[in-house]
T-cell receptor, first 114, second 111 residues
């Protein structure tokens, strides 16, 4: 398995633009998580899905952020409109629901909003 | 999920055992201890987890005290590639799925 695949690896965009980050989880995993990492706040859980259904989005910072999981093999995190304070590394992770062997993280998307 | 306390940084000489402590004095009976690490610019990587018995795998050993209020992650022969931030997390395995990361311990392996 190629692991959790995220795209793009790097994204530079202007303030006000829409940004879409993509994630392909490991085949067979039925839980998916979006995290954001900054120097100031560390790793923050934004939202997670079980069986394609959003379970907890309490970490989503505001209405500018939205996440979808239309099927078991794909998820998106969208920011519209983007702001400079959204600059961070965004990680996607997947796991087996109720599985004890932890999450597998992708390589992340480094977002810079100028 | 119970909170954990880790030293912010540690150093270890290459080839020696690295022992990373974690306090989790409020851990509940159904909570597991998980360890992850994050090498610079990469996503966190699962290392090991346990409930109350000591665990060992190809990466590390996990020693949990009898009262389960603290644990130690042991990297038996540290290499330069083990330089990373190590996170200790306690959580239930079933039901609640959140994995909440603290600040971790920045481990530096010195040549």
């Amino acid at each position: 398995d190629a692991g959790v695949i995220q795209s793009p690896r790097h994204e530079v965009t202007e303030m006000g633009q829409e940004v879409t980050l993509r994630c392909k989880p490991i085949s067979g995993h039925n839980s998916l998580f979006w995290y954001r990492q900054t120097m100031m706040r560390g790793l923050e859980l934004l939202i997670y899905f079980n069986n394609n259904v959003p379970i907890d989005d309490s970490g989503m910072p505001e209405d500018r952020f939205s996440a979808k999981m239309p099927n078991a093999s794909f998820s998106t995190l969208k920011i519209q409109p983007s702001e400079p304070r959204d600059s961070a590394v965004y990680f996607c992770a997947s796991s087996l629901q109720n599985g004890g062997y932890g999450y597998t993280f992708g390589s992340g998307t480094r977002l810079t909003v100028v | 999920d119970a909170k954990t306390t880790q030293p912010p940084s540690m150093d270890c000489a290459e080839g020696r055992a690295a022992n990373l402590p974690c306090n989790h004095s409020t851990i509940s009976g159904n909570e597991y201890v998980y360890w992850y690490r994050q090498i610079h610019s990469q996503g966190p990587q699962y290392i090991i987890h346990g409930l109350k018995n000591n665990e060992t795998n190809e990466m590390a050993s996990l020693i949990i005290t009898e009262d389960r209020k603290s644990s130690t992650l042991i990297l038996p022969h540290a290499t330069l590639r083990d330089t990373a931030v190590y996170y200790c997390i306690v959580r239930v395995t079933q039901g609640a799925q959140k994995l909440v990361f603290g600040q971790g311990t920045r481990l530096t392996i010195n040549p």
